[in-house]
């Protein structure tokens, strides 16, 4: 497919960046708190620490990784911690040390760290005190880490704000359960002290790793994908030339409510707006949806990112009207399809439009987006970054025409080195002539613009008749009384055709107070959808399963489900 996309870029984007094979993100960083020492980089709680103080705090970090830990270049370092001051200090304090970064969810019991830990061979782990009874656990199930540093939620906060958090936190809400780890340090110490000489790996370059990014990837368990210097540096490249006509460099300010350990928000908010001195706003709880509108009335915004439940939650609460939306110019979703009735409603509220894009820890994790000029939703992922090629195959490896569904194949600077320590899954994963299988189904149209169709593994085969649990979805969240809806497919033990096969199976939060039946919303998709695309089984949930950045997991359900019929 020849790259009709490129005539469809807006006026001044590039169609290709510039990047050096030996550039890191240790020279981005050193390049931009210089830069923009005196700006404000991050602020969280109320509290907020320029690019000179993020500077400093971070090497302190890193000499003490380096120095009184004996860290080496190439080690593993986990993160295990939600939207802190804390996270950008330590983030960057391991790479400045030459070390690999393992972002890990918080919210993860102990089966799954000790996976992680154990997969990654990580030495030392930075958790928050919420958390540490996790890592207790999983170290009894055999995760062994050299160190262990601590800290609590309001460790970075001026007196007496540190101490009244803190209290409140442990002692009021009770977030912290009892823990014992053996010669745990304690966040201050990594920091506290200038005595430590930080020393910048000489030989670090473009090709060595700075990520291990854990992922379910497009098949099995969750593996590292091995994110490169080069990797992280072309994709905030191209993310930043992407939108170059409507940022400004040391003014932008954005909201971050998803979680920088996730690779959205890691190279969106984090990475992209260091190399142009923006300012990030820290949501710890975007789940708080009063406390995130509070937070958005202090600041003036000129972009967010989001996933759809996101946006959903936002739309639909009452004091979202009273934030001054005016100085907005980019919100962005990912993560998971934006549904029409929420981008309408979204529209309709502030008065902006979602861009979505598309994109996968393996890539970085953008591959496409739309223009930041786009004024209505179109149900398009939008076009290819630049130096990012997409091809279209068929189950045969063979390229499909335009308007044909086939799976989306995607080749450029910020696809993955592999996946750590895995080459069956890295041989599996990528074409022989180096395209990354995403694994879902998309189409592009003829002036380039592609659409998700589905997960190819999501994909419900009915009576020999393909069916995409997303336009199904699609259909139930436009009646009014339903906020939420995800379908798989399930066995069919009495199929209509004599085939065995699946039907469609739908499991649906209504809005409150609806009174909706199942008898009504089987009339409605009657009028809606064709027979084989109709759900014949129809559940009411209080709350679907979803990631820790709001996404539907129908891999979870379909679990779920399909263990209680087997």
């Given at each position: 497919?020849e790259?009709?996309w490129?005539?469809q870029?807006?006026?001044?984007?590039?169609?290709?960046?510039?990047?050096?094979?030996?550039?890191?993100l240790?020279?981005?960083?050193?390049?931009?708190?210089?830069?923009?020492?005196?700006?404000?980089?991050?602020?969280n709680?109320?509290h907020?620490?320029n690019?000179?103080?993020?500077?400093?705090?971070?090497?302190r970090?890193a000499?003490?990784?380096?120095?009184?830990?004996?860290?080496?270049?190439?080690?593993?370092?986990?993160?295990?911690?939600?939207?802190?001051?804390?996270?950008?200090?330590?983030?960057?304090?391991?790479?400045?040390?030459?070390?690999?970064?393992v972002?890990?969810?918080?919210?993860?019991?102990?089966?799954e760290?000790?996976?992680?830990?154990?997969?990654?061979?990580?030495?030392?782990?930075?958790?928050?005190?919420?958390s540490?009874?996790?890592?207790?656990?999983?170290i009894?199930e055999?995760?062994?880490?050299r160190?262990v540093?601590v800290?609590e939620?309001?460790?970075?906060?001026?007196?007496?704000k540190?101490q009244?958090?803190?209290?409140a936190?442990?002692h009021?809400?009770?977030?912290v359960?009892?823990?014992?780890?053996?010669?745990?340090?304690?966040?201050?110490?990594?920091?506290?002290?200038?005595?430590?000489?930080?020393r910048r790996?000489?030989?670090l370059e473009?090709?060595?790793?700075?990520?291990?990014?854990?992922?379910?990837?497009?098949?099995?368990?969750?593996?590292?994908?091995?994110?490169?210097?080069?990797?992280?540096?072309?994709?905030?490249?191209q993310?930043?030339?992407?939108?170059?006509?409507?940022?400004?460099?040391?003014?932008?300010?954005v909201?971050?409510?998803l979680?920088?350990?996730?690779?959205?928000?890691?190279?969106?908010n984090?990475?992209?707006y260091?190399?142009?001195g923006g300012?990030?706003?820290?949501?710890?709880?975007?789940?708080?949806?009063a406390g995130?509108?509070?937070?958005?009335?202090?600041?003036p915004f000129?972009?967010?990112t989001?996933?759809?439940?996101?946006?959903?939650?936002?739309?639909k609460?009452?004091?979202?009207e009273?934030v001054n939306?005016?100085?907005?110019?980019i919100?962005s979703?990912?993560?998971?399809?934006?549904?029409?009735?929420?981008a309408?409603?979204?529209k309709?509220?502030t008065?902006?439009?979602?861009?979505?894009?598309?994109?996968?820890?393996?890539?970085?994790?953008?591959?496409?987006?739309?223009?930041?000029?786009?004024t209505?939703?179109t149900?398009?992922?939008?076009?290819p970054?630049?130096?990012?090629?997409?091809?279209?195959?068929?189950?045969?490896g063979n390229?499909?025409?335009v308007?044909d569904?086939g799976?989306?194949?995607?080749?450029?600077?910020?696809?993955?080195?592999g996946?750590?320590?895995?080459?069956d899954?890295?041989?599996?994963t990528?074409?022989?002539?180096?395209?990354?299988?995403?694994?879902?189904?998309?189409?592009?149209?003829?002036?380039?613009?592609?659409?998700?169709?589905?997960?190819?593994?999501?994909?419900i085969?009915?009576?020999?008749?393909?069916?995409?649990?997303?336009?199904?979805?699609?259909?139930?969240?436009?009646?009014?009384?339903?906020?939420?809806?995800a379908?798989?497919?399930?066995p069919?033990?009495?199929?209509e055709?004599?085939?065995s096969?699946?039907?469609?199976?739908?499991?649906?939060?209504?809005?409150?107070g609806?009174?909706?039946?199942?008898?009504?919303i089987?009339?409605?998709?009657?009028?809606?959808l064709?027979?084989y695309?109709?759900p014949?089984?129809?559940e009411?949930?209080?709350?679907l399963?979803?990631?820790?950045?709001?996404?539907?997991?129908r891999?979870?359900?379909?679990?779920?489900v399909?263990?209680?019929t087997?």
């Open positions: 497919m790259k009709i490129l005539n870029y807006p006026s001044g984007i590039p169609k290709s960046i510039e990047l050096a094979a030996h550039e890191t240790v020279d981005v960083f050193e390049k931009s708190v210089l830069k923009y020492a005196k700006r404000p980089a991050y602020s709680f109320g907020t620490i690019f000179a103080e993020l500077n400093v705090l971070s090497a970090f000499a003490y990784l380096q120095n009184r830990l004996g860290l080496d270049k190439g080690d593993r370092v986990a993160i295990m911690m939600p939207n802190l001051l804390q996270y950008p200090v330590a983030l960057f304090g391991i790479l400045r040390a030459g070390l690999v970064v972002n890990v969810n918080p919210l993860y019991t102990a089966r760290l000790a996976h992680q830990l154990k997969d990654s061979g990580a030495k030392t782990i930075v958790i928050v005190a919420n540490a009874h996790v890592l207790e656990e999983a009894a055999g995760a062994k880490v160190s540093i800290t939620v309001g460790d970075m906060l001026p007196f007496p540190r009244l958090l803190n209290f936190v442990r009021i809400k009770k977030m359960p009892p823990y014992k780890l053996r010669h745990a340090k304690h966040f201050d110490e990594t920091i506290g002290t200038s005595d430590l000489v930080y790996p000489r030989e473009g090709g060595d790793l700075a990520f291990l990014q854990y992922t379910g990837g497009t098949t099995g368990v969750s593996k590292g994908a091995m994110l490169t210097h080069t990797n992280m540096v072309a994709n905030m490249r993310i930043n030339a992407w939108f170059s006509g409507v940022t400004r460099p040391g003014y932008d300010v909201l971050t409510p979680p920088l350990y996730h690779v959205y928000a890691l190279t969106c984090c990475l992209a260091l190399e142009t300012h990030n706003v820290l949501v710890t709880d975007p789940r708080d949806t995130l509108i509070k937070e958005m009335k202090k600041w000129t972009a967010m989001g996933v759809n439940t996101l946006y959903q939650s936002l739309v609460h009452p004091k979202l009273s939306l005016t100085s907005m110019k919100v979703a990912g993560g998971m399809a934006v549904m029409e009735p929420t309408r409603a979204w309709e509220a008065g902006t439009n979602i861009l979505e894009g598309y994109g996968l820890s393996e890539a970085s994790p953008v591959v496409t987006t739309n223009a930041a000029t786009s209505r939703y149900g398009s992922i939008g076009l970054l630049p130096d990012t090629d997409i091809k279209l195959l068929d189950d045969d390229e499909v025409e308007g569904p799976e989306l194949c995607v080749k450029g600077p910020q696809v993955m080195k996946y750590w320590q895995r080459d899954a890295t041989a599996e990528m074409t022989k002539d180096g395209y990354l299988r995403t694994g879902d189904v998309a189409t592009v149209d003829p002036l380039g613009f592609f659409r998700i169709v589905d997960r190819k593994k999501d994909m085969l009915v009576s020999g008749f393909n069916v995409f649990p997303s336009e199904v979805e699609e259909v139930l969240v436009a009646h009014p009384d339903i906020d939420e809806a379908c798989i497919g399930v069919d033990d009495t199929p055709d004599g085939d096969g699946e039907q469609v199976a739908a499991y649906i939060v209504l809005e409150k609806s009174k909706l039946t199942v008898d009504a089987k009339a409605y998709c009657k009028e809606e064709t027979p695309k109709r014949k089984i129809i009411f949930r209080d709350e399963p979803k990631s820790n950045v709001g996404k539907i997991l891999r979870e359900l379909r679990e779920e399909l263990g209680k087997a």
